[in-house]
């Protein structure tokens, strides 16, 4: 059964730094495309950063800069270092696998964690 499992959110002061981790089992998933998305309260859920199997990163504009998404494919884990959080980045963050590298829709992703909540205070 393939699962993937979120961790590291949490309450953070504006300007601080969390990691997200998604560790992923089940199946290997070093061929796949990885990605993050998140949803704020009232909101759709929107894409954040996606890493191609092969290690190309992509980013949506709001995070450029301090958001790094990378992969470590031994561990079937990737992660999200988020620096120089915002009030605005507060949201649960989703990892999810299985889409295609250039689409943020998150109907083409099939396979999804359960979620991690990020708060930023301002």
């Known amino acids: 059964q393939v699962q993937l499992v979120e961790s590291g959110g949490g309450l953070v002061q504006a300007g601080g730094s969390l990691r997200l981790s998604c560790a992923a089992s089940g199946r290997p998933f070093s061929s796949y495309h990885m990605a993050w998305f998140r949803q704020a309260p009232g909101k759709e859920r929107e894409f954040v950063a996606v890493i191609s199997w092969s290690g190309v990163t992509r980013y949506t504009d709001s995070v450029k800069g301090r958001f790094t998404i990378s992969r470590d494919n031994a561990k079937n884990t990737w992660y999200l270092q988020m620096n120089s959080l915002k009030p605005e980045d507060t949201a649960v963050y989703y990892c999810?696998?299985?889409?295609?590298?250039?689409?943020?829709?998150?109907?083409?992703?099939?396979?999804w964690g359960q979620g991690t909540q990020v708060t930023v205070s301002s």
């Open positions: 999810a696998a299985g889409g295609t590298y250039f689409s943020t829709d998150k109907v083409d992703w099939p396979l």
